[in-house]
C-alpha cells in the first residue's frame, strides 16, 4: 500500500493546517490509520490514530487541538491541526495499521507515507 501525505507548509503561531493521507489503492479502509512527526533530533512520536469503526484517540500534548478524519470511499485521512505552536514543528507521517484497530505503538502500523513537513513560526 503506497500512501502519500501533504499539506505541510509553514504556518504562524496559532494557525491552522490541513494534512491529507491518501492511500493508492483501498486496502486502508478496513484498517486503522495513524499520524506520527518527527522533529529533527527527535524519534518518531504518535500523533492521534483513528480506528475503523472512527474511534479516534490522540496524544497527551495535541489537548484538543487536532482532529482526526477518514473518507473511506476516498482511502484518505485527515489531519486537521489548529492552534498551532512552534513545538509542532515535525514532519509528519501517516500509516496504515495491521487491523482494524490500533494504538499509539509504531510498531502497529505496517505501510508509512512519506511525510510532510510542518513548520509553525513564533
Known amino acids: 500500500v503506497q500512501l502519500q501525505a501533504s499539506g505541510g507548509g509553514l504556518v504562524q503561531h496559532g494557525g491552522s493546517l490541513r494534512l491529507t493521507c491518501a492511500a493508492a489503492?483501498?486496502?486502508?479502509?478496513?484498517?486503522?490509520m495513524g499520524w506520527f512527526r518527527q522533529a529533527p533530533g527527535k524519534e518518531r512520536e504518535f500523533v492521534g490514530r483513528?480506528?475503523?469503526?472512527?474511534?479516534?484517540y490522540y496524544a497527551d500534548f495535541v489537548e484538543g487541538r487536532f482532529t482526526i478524519s477518514r473518507d473511506k470511499a476516498k482511502s484518505t485521512v485527515y489531519l486537521q491541526m489548529n492552534s498551532l505552536k512552534p513545538e509542532d514543528t515535525a514532519v509528519y507521517y501517516c500509516a496504515s495499521g495491521l487491523r482494524p484497530y490500533a494504538g499509539r505503538d509504531l510498531s502497529e502500523y505496517r505501510y508509512w507515507g512519506q511525510g510532510t513537513l510542518v513548520t509553525v513560526s513564533s
Open positions: 489503492r483501498r486496502t486502508t479502509s478496513n484498517n486503522a
Open positions: 483513528i480506528n475503523w469503526d472512527g474511534s479516534t
